[in-house]
């Protein structure tokens, strides 16, 4: 198992099933962190950093990018970047940006959120955000952006889905920023390009630091003067970093690296759900296309126990309530999967 943890105490190793950004560096990924070549990033010196932008850019079909320390960090600065004080973003009530970003462009920004409801699979309605778009009137706010999201919990979005709700938004002359988070997980579950899928959006967040493996890192990609205005954006965030090629390193190392074997996380994930849909008391949602995510619904009396239980094993899984999500990701190979399914059999032989 690649650079997995172990417990100090038992020597067992650690199978993490609480979220992709546990991953630990592989050897190639450190050997190119340590052989980086840096510079100063804010006097726009870094080679590395100016590598990875490229090629970033490049995979996503956008004129530049720019390197931010997180994911939230990258959103908020594009949510500045498009919207100023007092107008509106329209995104999915279940979306990153509007449920798990501490609020921060209405915090930090003056940003009015509208959220609308998310469907099933993850999209918006067009309809829907049609009907979310303000009139000129001064008693609403400027609905100014359209924010989606791909995927969506584990949801994947055909690139049709991607492209209606940002026709709508086109249409009314918004712009569109798109959570890209997992974006190379949905082309890869879809056998598709990224470019495909960010095409409609006139910005993309790539996270590096999920499946991808880096230890931290966010690539935002769009237009030359989008993110020149960005810049300005992450220095008012207090992004801006020095020699930081040697995190830009492993971005790289990840985009040449870690895009393609997405497909074995997506495999196991297909495999755990296929094993655990097998237990009585045990609800598993299924996804269309699947990607790096299963979802299981313990009965209620049984949540807190199970977890325990599997902790025990050396096999972490989140705490969320009632339905816990379990991620795959490149530490976790087959024999651990296999130490995985076997746990949860175990558990459920005699509930």
Not at 219 to 226: I, M, P, S
Request: hydrophobic share 45%; with cysteine.
């Amino acid at each position: 198992m690649t650079q997995a943890n172990q417990t100090p105490d038992s020597g067992i190793t650690i199978v993490d099933l609480r979220s992709d950004t546990v991953t630990q560096p592989s050897e190639g990924m450190r050997a190119a962190m340590a052989a980086a070549i840096v510079g100063d990033d804010v006097y726009g010196e870094d080679p590395t950093v100016a590598a990875l932008e490229e090629k970033g850019a490049a995979l996503l079909g956008k004129q530049t990018a720019l390197f931010f320390p997180s994911g939230t960090q990258s959103n908020l600065a594009a949510l500045l970047t498009h919207c100023g004080r007092g107008e509106e973003y329209i995104a999915g009530d279940r979306y990153h940006v509007y449920t798990s970003e501490a609020g921060g462009a209405a915090v930090l920004g003056g940003i009015m959120p509208c959220p609308i409801a998310t469907q099933a699979d993850g999209g918006l309605d067009p309809e829907a955000v049609r009907a979310a778009i303000k009139p000129d009137d001064p008693h609403y706010p400027v609905t100014r952006l359209l924010c989606l999201e791909n995927s969506v919990s584990g949801k994947v979005l055909s690139p049709d889905r991607i492209a209606g709700p940002a026709a709508v938004a086109a249409k009314a002359g918004l712009r569109v920023h798109l959570d890209g988070a997992r974006l190379f997980n949905a082309a890869v579950a879809l056998n598709i390009q990224a470019s495909e899928l960010a095409a409609p959006a006139d910005s993309v967040s790539i996270c590096l630091s999920k499946g991808l493996g880096a230890p931290a890192g966010t690539l935002l990609v769009g237009a030359e003067d989008f993110i020149a205005a960005a810049r300005r954006q992450r220095k008012i965030l207090g992004g801006a970093l020095r020699q930081v090629g040697v995190l830009a390193a492993c971005g790289l190392y990840a985009l040449e690296n870690n895009i393609q074997r997405l497909a074995e996380d997506h495999r196991r994930a297909a495999l755990l759900a296929g094993a655990l849909a097998q237990f009585d008391g045990l609800e598993v949602q299924r996804q269309a296309a699947p990607s790096n995510m299963v979802f299981i619904t313990p009965r209620t009396e049984d949540h807190a126990a199970l977890t325990l239980y599997l902790r025990d094993k050396g096999i972490l899984i989140g705490g969320q309530r009632p339905t816990i999500r379990l991620v795959l990701h490149k530490d976790i190979d087959d024999d651990g999967l296999e130490r995985c399914c076997a746990a949860f059999r175990q558990f459920y032989r005699y509930r």
